[in-house]
């Protein structure tokens, strides 16, 4: 009868732990790191989306501010009734109607047009104003559209009239291809109504959809894209698409996308999944401020590399203490059980989310080689979480806080004036000039003077009370700030700008930055102390640029 050494016994006993061990720590870490990469990818997709979304809406907002101060003035300064019968009196009032819509017209963002359309059955078809953006900053009146020249089912010449008349309330109409200009536009425009209650006519801005095109495309999250879909979940942008594509066309890839929006997954930003060329993607929707909804993708692969490479590695180690099992039975047993019991140990709470877990075996065989792994793991793991967190949370142009930082900050301000606990100075600073270096010099310049804005701003303030929420605005929150403090702050402030501005720029002139602040008082809200802010800062930027003769349309 043959017999098995003890030597081959303890070997074999050995291997079966050693097996039985690597599957326990693949077991209990692969679930576990999952769970915490799709944690932090829905997080950071989260971010992502509400970044790109604020963004969007900012330029979406400002057209609506727009258009609201048009529509108050038209009713504090027409007379509706005398434009009728007195010509005199409706072209004076349309010359300086020309002049505020062009002045709202530069304080909105990426505004094709402005026009202010009375009704033409009792105006006249073509009576009112309609002024465009020439491409280089300037906005110029032409003759406006022959409104009665069209039927109302028209949409590519008249629906920016009609659509508004026959909902009888402000919209945001759905993109639409103008003929009248040739440009594939949203419009956001506003019905308007005499003492009587009778519809009198419209006032409106366009905007290119090349602006919201350009953020889209801006998107790309582990290789992934964005694009955007209309309510009823036709797709308006898409990489694939550029043109759109009707819901009635889909494929069953792009079904599932609509069917989210159905089951209202897309609107409360919850992450899902779907099938993009036979690939899983994680995809998360948000709604614009039109009503629009932007979709973020990416494929589920890329996403979860991180799991992958964690198995490969973890399996390379465990061959690793295989080969070390053949040294020596005396090694395996004292050098190799017992430590890889304490690792697994380890792995277990790095695997649960326990990242500062201490591995305190150290040696020069494979063992010590397998817990250096594991600290290196561990350590990857912080380092790229740590790395998530930055990139969600800092502008990479200025290394300030962003706007997802900013939101979250507001959170924390709204939940301390609910306390009655609220004591902070807020500033709103807009770098002026911006718009013609971009024009003149180009981007890259224009990049620059954001950057070097920046760099003042935190060299006055301090970066971490900085945050850059728009292309060249930048917001400074102080809490417990005294007013002697205040005005040492701008003191500094005034003094860094000085000092950098005895330097020669790329711009070839001085950096200047209109801001302006305001208190929180109590009984206000954040967003009152935002718009006390941002009136004194225009304030401020109105003086700026009422000193330079009024260059304010080829500086802005």
């Not at 010449?157 to 536009?185: C, D, R």
């Not at 698409?241 to 069917?259: A, I, N, Q, R």
């Not at 806080?401 to 959170?411: E, F, L, V």
């Amino acid at each position: 009868m043959k017999h098995t050494s003890i030597r081959s016994k303890l070997i074999t006993l050995l291997y079966i732990i050693i097996i039985g061990l690597y599957l326990v720590m693949l077991a209990v870490t692969t679930p576990a790191t999952r769970k915490i990469i799709e944690t932090n990818n829905e997080l950071s997709m989260k971010m992502l989306s509400t970044e790109k979304i604020t963004d969007l809406n900012s330029h979406m907002k400002s057209v609506e501010r727009a258009v609201n101060i048009l529509e108050k003035y038209i009713y504090e300064s027409l007379d509706f009734e005398r434009m009728k019968t007195d010509s005199d009196y409706t072209n004076s009032f349309m010359d300086r109607m020309t002049l505020h819509a062009i002045d709202a017209a530069l304080c909105a963002e990426n505004v094709t047009t402005v026009y202010f359309r009375p009704d033409p059955n009792v105006y006249g078809s073509q009576s009112g104003i309609f002024i465009i953006n020439d491409n280089y900053g300037n906005f110029i009146r032409t003759t406006p559209t022959d409104i009665l020249k069209y039927p109302s089912t028209d949409r590519e010449h008249v629906a920016w009239f009609y659509e508004p008349k026959q909902k009888g309330t402000p919209l945001w109409m759905e993109p639409y291809s103008n003929m009248n200009i040739n440009v594939y536009m949203i419009s956001y425009v506003i019905p308007l109504y005499n003492k009587h209650g009778e519809f009198v006519g419209v006032v409106g801005m366009d905007m290119s959809m090349a602006a919201i095109h350009k953020v889209v495309d801006t998107i790309n999250y582990y290789d992934g894209f964005g694009f955007i879909l209309n309510s009823s979940g036709s797709i308006i942008y898409h990489p694939e698409y550029p043109e759109g594509l009707s819901s009635l066309m889909f494929t069953d890839e792009l079904l599932t996308v609509s069917e989210c929006i159905n089951s209202n997954s897309i609107g409360l930003n919850k992450v899902f999944k779907y099938k993009w060329h036979n690939k899983t993607h994680y995809a998360i929707g948000n709604i614009m401020q039109n009503d629009m909804y932007l979709v973020i993708s990416a494929p589920m692969s890329e996403i979860m590399e991180p799991d992958y490479r964690m198995k490969l590695n973890m399996t390379i180690l465990f061959f690793i203490a295989l080969i070390a099992l053949f040294i020596s039975i005396r090694v395996v047993m004292h050098h190799i059980v017992h430590p890889i019991a304490e690792l697994t140990q380890a792995a277990s709470r790095i695997s649960k989310g326990e990242l500062n877990t201490d591995i305190h075996y150290f040696s020069n065989d494979e063992i010590g080689q397998l817990a250096d792994s594991v600290r290196r793991m561990s350590s990857e793991l912080q380092e790229y979480l740590s790395y998530i967190y930055k990139q969600a949370y800092t502008d990479a142009m200025t290394e300030v806080g962003n706007k997802a930082a900013y939101m979250d900050y507001i959170k924390h301000l709204e939940l301390k004036i609910h306390e009655g606990m609220a004591d902070f100075l807020l500033i709103i600073f807009d770098v002026n000039g911006l718009k013609k270096i971009n024009d003149t010099l180009g981007h890259e310049v224009g990049d620059i003077l954001i950057s070097n804005a920046g760099t003042v701003l935190k060299k006055a303030f301090g970066e971490e009370h900085i945050y850059r929420i728009g292309g060249d605005e930048f917001i400074v929150i102080r809490e417990n700030t005294s007013e002697e403090e205040v005005n040492n702050l701008f003191a500094n402030y005034r003094k860094c700008l000085s000092e950098f501005n005895e330097k020669e720029h790329e711009y070839g002139k001085e950096l200047s930055i209109s801001f302006g602040h305001a208190f929180f008082k109590q009984g206000e809200d954040y967003k009152t102390v935002f718009q006390n802010a941002d009136e004194a800062m225009y304030r401020n930027k109105e003086a700026f640029y009422s000193g330079k003769n009024d260059r304010r349309r080829s500086e802005r």
